[in-house]
Structure formats: structure tokens, C-alpha cells
């Protein structure tokens, strides 16, 4: 079982950065298509962004533009830097890994955009 955890959260007032790190167990990190989602009170799960084993990233119509998915294969880790944060951007932030039929999810980050 892939364990993964996410750090990097907080409380940030609109227009702020935040960089989310999620660090994987397993020694096939490279192998493994990673991604970034979200969920907000009352509502469901939602994509972020992507990113494959040969680094081919997607985003939400919501990222795009304001954030950058990458990973770093040597320290089993991924990033989500976000920019240009707004109070609707506020949602516990977890990260998924799948690797053909196992996936599995971090505990979740909080981000909270707020003055």
C-alpha cells in the first residue's frame, strides 16, 4: 500500500501562494500518475490537476493559469503551486496516486483563502 502525505497548507489571504507537497512511499514514484484534488464543504471531490510518469500535466478550467503541477521522481515527491489564491479556492487538498488498478489518497491538506 502507497502511503502519501500532504503538507504545505494553511491559511493564506486572497492573491496569496501556497506550495502543497505530497510525499509517496514505494520505490516506483516515477511510475505512478499523480494528481491533486480538492473538496470543499458541502461539495463533492473535485480534479485539480495531473500529472503522468512522463510528465504530461491537466488542469481544471479553475487551475489553469494560476497553478503548476510538478514532481520530483528522486525525493518521491509532488507539488502544487498555487497563485493568485481566492476564498473559492478554500477546500481540504488531497493527492491520489494510480498505478493500473491501485490508487490510493493522502489525509489531506487544509487551504484556507480568507482576509
Known amino acids: 500500500q502507497v502511503q502519501l502525505v500532504e503538507s504545505g497548507g494553511g491559511l493564506v489571504q486572497p492573491g496569496g501562494s501556497l506550495r502543497l507537497s505530497c510525499a509517496a512511499s514505494g520505490s516506483i514514484f516515477g511510475m505512478y500518475t499523480m494528481a491533486w484534488y480538492r473538496q470543499a464543504p458541502g461539495k463533492q471531490r473535485e480534479l485539480v490537476a495531473g500529472?503522468?510518469?512522463?510528465?504530461?500535466?491537466n488542469y481544471a478550467e479553475s487551475a489553469k493559469g494560476r497553478s503548476t503541477i510538478s514532481r520530483d521522481n528522486a525525493k518521491n515527491t509532488m507539488y502544487l503551486q498555487m497563485n493568485s489564491l481566492k476564498p473559492e479556492d478554500t477546500a481540504v487538498y488531497y493527492c491520489?496516486?494510480?498505478?493500473?488498478?491501485?490508487?490510493?489518497w493522502g489525509q489531506g491538506t487544509q487551504v484556507t483563502v480568507s482576509s
Open positions: 500529472i503522468t510518469s512522463s510528465g504530461q500535466t
Open positions: 491520489n496516486y494510480q498505478l493500473g488498478r491501485y490508487n490510493s
